[in-house]
Nanobody
Framework: QVQLVESGGGLVQAGGSLRLSCAAS????????IGWFRQAPGKEREFVAT????????YYADSVKGRFTTSRDNAKNTVYLQMNSLKPEDTAVYYC????????????????????WGQGTQVTVSS
């Protein structure tokens, strides 16, 4: 299994931007679909975005569409989540997850689609 480490979280004012990184170990990183999820206190883990193995296809939750962009650099074993126009309701712990799948599907929005998870990084958006 691949091991994942998120970074880039922090405190930002509403309307600001952050870029999260998800660094992976292992030589087979390009074999993994990567998903982003978030979890706010007292709430269930929520799907944010997913990207296919080559980076040519992405899918976003409606709540972040047009504001967040995910991309990947397989040469660096890293996936990114660029978050713009942040809102207080984006406050959560953000996780990246890896699934050894051939492509992204409607099932990619479920945590069960993924096999490995990072430890999470806190994002706090102040109003």
């Amino acid at each position: 299994q691949v091991q994942l480490v998120e970074s880039g979280g922090g405190l930002v004012q509403a309307g600001g931007s952050l870029r999260l990184s998800c660094a992976a170990s292992g030589r087979t990183f390009s074999s993994y679909v990567i998903g982003w999820f978030r979890q706010a206190p007292g709430k269930e883990r929520e799907f944010v975005a997913t990207i296919n193995r080559s980076g040519s296809s992405t899918y976003y939750a409606d709540s972040v569409k047009g504001r967040f962009t995910t991309s990947r650099d397989n040469a660096k074993n890293t996936v990114y989540l660029q978050m713009n126009s942040l809102k207080p309701e984006d406050t959560a712990v953000y996780y990246c997850a890896a699934g050894q799948r051939t492509t992204i599907t409607s099932d990619s929005t479920s945590p069960r689609y993924y096999d490995s998870w990072g430890q999470g990084t806190q994002v706090t958006v102040s109003s």
